[in-house]
């Protein structure tokens, strides 16, 4: 079984007791790569991922204390149309995201995923080059911009897989590609030793520590995330930061002035691309999901209300006057170190 030693502390998969492995995915050099890391672990060969992913009566929080791993083969979407869905940091470039792995080694209280999937297994597909492939035919028609971890958090998942390393050197050799890596861990130095890419974009996902030690579970702490965006801007990488979801919790309005404040102290802030923001917001069916599920967690139970907007769809979130409160406090705190230019408030 995969032990805590085997990997850092913020990336370690918990308690795998089994992988699932389709028949089709054996061929794979990565699933004999995995295999062999995993060691001596149950392994149990299936026809489809999804036999085992979407069976009913599943719970997925129950599973996230012991998920197994599933090795298969991606042979539906290989990239999804993401306007309406990951946040653009104002770009102009067409937006995209895929999925080379489904499901996180993490466990936010506030994440989709939970009400999105009904199992808490991970899934790796092993077919990385049908990926590139799909994100090399649309980028050939003009630029792109693709986030590649927006179902997962890929970073957390490189001392096992090393995807990230190979999409940033594929996105090298491809002019009119972006790629997007945002994490809530600490693990740039598992990426230090290769050049600073021009076309990968690191977004590092921060929440004041209070925030992070109580709704983001299994995340690197929040002086372990600055740490790492703080070596990736010193070694010339591009890099962003996601406060995204700010959480209306009791005394929120100083938590986050003071959060804000320690962040920009230990930044080179000029060097800092774009920093984008949002508040809690989940598709409705997904958060009536969650709450059938979980009682555990005093943020999921907030008075949300749902809303329709021309550009985002229908999400439950806060009401519009606590939402308006929120976004103007954060804005005016980040005023004080960053230019307006650089803000970006994301509602979707």
């Not at 090393?162 to 861990?185: G, Y």
């Not at 508040?279 to 069916?285: E, F």
Request: net charge neutral; proline share 6%.
């Amino acid at each position: 079984m995969l032990q805590a030693t085997d990997l850092p502390n913020d990336s370690v998969i918990p308690s795998v007791g089994r992988v699932y492995v389709e028949a089709g995915a054996r061929k794979y050099p990565d699933t004999s790569r995995i295999l062999e890391k995993l060691g001596d672990i149950p392994v149990q060969e299936i026809g489809h991922y999804k036999d085992v992913f979407n069976r009913p009566g599943q719970h997925f929080q129950v599973q996230k204390h012991s998920p197994a791993l599933i090795l298969a083969v991606e042979r539906e979407t290989l990239l999804y149309d993401g306007k309406f869905r990951v946040a653009s940091w104002g770009s102009q470039l067409p937006l995209y995201y895929n999925a080379p792995v489904r499901n996180c080694v993490y466990n936010c209280d506030y994440c989709f995923l939970q009400g999105m999937h009904t199992s808490g297994h991970l899934v790796v597909f092993v077919n990385i080059q049908d990926f590139f492939d799909a994100a090399r035919d649309r980028a050939e028609h003009g630029p792109i911009f693709l986030s590649i971890s927006y179902l997962t958090d890929l970073l957390a998942m490189e001392p096992l897989i090393p995807i990230c390393e190979r999409w940033i050197r594929f996105a090298e050799e491809q002019p009119n590609l972006t790629i997007e890596i945002r994490t809530k861990s600490d693990l740039f130095r598992v990426l230090r030793h290769m050049e600073a890419p021009e076309n990968t974009v690191l977004s590092f996902s921060l929440s004041p520590d209070r925030i992070a030690r109580r709704y983001e579970r299994g995340c690197a702490p929040l002086h372990g995330r600055v740490l790492a965006a703080r070596e990736a801007l010193r070694a010339g990488w591009r890099v962003r930061l996601c406060i995204d979801p700010m959480v209306r919790t009791e005394g929120w309005k100083i938590l986050y002035s003071r959060f804000i404040a320690d962040v920009f102290s230990r930044l080179p802030v000029d060097a800092i691309e774009e920093i984008s923001f949002g508040v809690v917001r989940l598709a409705p069916d997904f958060l009536k999901r969650i709450h059938n599920m979980r009682h555990d967690s005093d943020m999921l139970h907030y008075p949300f209300v749902t809303e329709t907007g021309s550009n985002y769809g229908t999400v439950a979130t806060y009401p519009e006057a606590a939402r308006n409160e929120m976004k103007a406090a954060l804005e005016q705190e980040l005023l004080r170190f960053v230019p307006p230019e650089k803000i970006h408030f994301v509602h979707g």
